[in-house]
């Protein structure tokens, strides 16, 4: 039995990555959406019928636990995938609360990317009114991020580009915190460490998911130490030339070579 991972593309592979190193006595079923990535951009309807389908297929392959890597999908589908199959579902979401509570101390402000479906969602607002009580949550969506990634761009002046110029209205002074609030981002958390300032923290969701991974594995009892971190990947396109670009990624996170 498998722990199953699921994302448009390849963003995914970040938390599948964290996963395999927290627990790595457990077999991975990798499923990215090709036929559909991004769904950043997309209508919320269109994703949701995107996601059940998908999600549907890799349930034919016998799942004990399914990671949502995907805020987007997250915030579009995980009560509905609850209400649809029995087993333990671990969503993301973007990593605001944390983030808030360690800027609380030093005053300043909190800069969430994610994709512009995500912040449009309820879910989002919900999240930043429940936890933002003192205003210094700003929000930018990145959709070509996810267009670079899915092309593995990760040419430092392409990028060096890129960020300087969607940052360039910020007083990146006023900022303590950057959260990664899209499964794609961490692929260049190397890359934005070196253009922003020393002093602003860039945080992610990864570890706080495989942690509520783990200890929903525990209370559903399902057994840890019965694989041996293997990882089947699919793709809805079922493309090989995809499947090759997921191995040939995720080897670039596990060597730390972004
Ligand atoms: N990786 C996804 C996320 O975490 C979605 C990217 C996309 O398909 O636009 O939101």
Known sequence: MTIGFFDSGIGGLTVLEESLRRLPAQDYLYMADTLHVPY???????????IMDTVEKMMAEGLEA????????????????????????????????????MNRATGKRVLVFATALTLQMPKYYALVSRVDDGGIVDSLPLPELVQFCEALQFDRKVLGDYFREKLS?????????????????PFYTNILQEILPSHIQIVNGNAGTIRRLSALLSRYGVASGRGSGK????????????????????????ENKL
């Open 169 to 185: 209205g910020y007083d990146l002074d006023d900022y303590g915190i950057v959260v990664l609030g899209c499964t794609h981002y």
């Open 66 to 101: 399914l990671v949502v890597a995907c805020n987007t999908a997250t915030s579009i589908a995980v009560n509905e995938l609850r209400e649809r199959y029995s087993l333990p579902i671990v969503g993301m979401e973007p990593a605001v609360k944390p983030a808030v509570e």
């Open 231 to 254: 990882v089947k990947f699919m793709c809805t396109g079922g493309e090989q030339a995809y499947i090759d670009k997921m191995q040939t990624a995720l080897t670039l996170l596990r």
């Open 40 to 50: 950043g951009p997309k209508a919320e309807d269109e994703v949701k019928s995107y």
